[in-house]
């Protein structure tokens, strides 16, 4: 018998994702979101949801594009920083230490310093209520040499991303590997 | 300098979701998505992505609802199986020994063994290409008791959900705690 805990975010585990926008003066910003994912193959689209209150929003219906840059688990105090301050009265980029590099694909910036980006055009628009989807698709994702492996794809062992916990508002690390996906053979 | 890796859906950590149906017969039906996430605070909104090619895709159109059973490590091969069998031609709570339980909120099923289970009505489809996205409003979130902490809210650590790789096709699971979420204070 399951105890009913109402209608509440209460899901696991949520990414903790750092969106890159140009404010009205070209003014690279970030921001970090954690109701985001992947929605989509092909095209393959990824989305981050954000309020209208937020720099962010209106930068992302200004310019059409988004940048996700995936930070490891030791830039956690960085991500927590630019999901607090805002970009109307904050150069993030310069308080967090962090470089900003113009995206030659889509109208965004990036984080240098994380291992994996993801550059998006806008192609979807989904207001929900607090929130709205933006659906980006994604025109190139790139990554630091380091993080590859032998196979071109990053590792997320290297990658180290973290999560973010609904239920007690913390982030957790990612742990081990524990099997191989679509094993066919065997199981049932 | 980064390594361009085309466009591809290169985006860490993905939720393994287990997502419940009725299907034409009122036959119960699971399946596993990790294009899925929250998408929306007020009113709450997680989604689930489907290729119209899956029963469940169906199964969600036409009875406008759907449930999330959030498996625990320890579910990771029944969670697998559910990913890659169809329920057109396959009983998958029974051939996995998995409870179906009839939600009295919502027209679909959840998995009684998953410690979480979140209950959602169907509001928005949004056809994105080979994948389209189901976005549900949660009537009710029901979790095991042994999984809840003293204010209420579900452990994650108890909860254990695990994460798919899409780097690697594997799956992962959650480590530690890193830090609380929000820290205004002192940090940069």
């Known amino acids: 018998m399951k105890k009913s805990l109402g209608a509440k975010v209460l899901a696991f585990p949520a990414p903790v994702w750092v969106v890159g926008t140009y404010g009205k003066d ?9 109701w985001a994912g992947i929605c989509c193959s092909k095209p393959p689209c990824i989305y981050v949801s954000l309020r209208e209150a937020t720099h962010s929003y209106h930068s992302i219906m200004a310019r059409k594009a988004f940048t996700v840059s995936i930070p490891s688990a030791n830039h956690v105090k960085e991500a927590d920083f630019a999901g607090i301050a805002s970009g109307k009265d904050t150069d ?3 308080k967090l230490g962090l470089t900003s590099i113009k995206s030659e694909l889509v109208d965004a910036p990036y984080v240098n310093e994380f291992p994996v980006v993801i550059e998006c055009k806008l192609v979807n628009t989904v207001p929900l209520g607090l929130h709205t ?3 980006g698709e994604i025109v190139d994702v790139k990554a630091d040499e380091s993080v590859l492996l032998e196979n071109g794809k990053p590792s997320i062992g290297s990658v180290n991303p973290f999560l973010y916990d609904t239920g007690q508002m913390k982030y957790w690390s990612i742990g081990q590997e524990l099997s191989n996906a679509f094993e066919k053979e065997g199981k049932f």
């Not at 070209?26 to 954690?34: E, G, K, L, R, V």
Request: hydrophobic content about 55%; proline content about 7%; aromatic content about 14%.
């Open 26 to 34: 070209s003014q690279p910003n970030i921001m970090t979101a954690s």
């Open 92 to 94: 993030k980029f310069a």
């Open 133 to 135: 989807m933006f659906v």
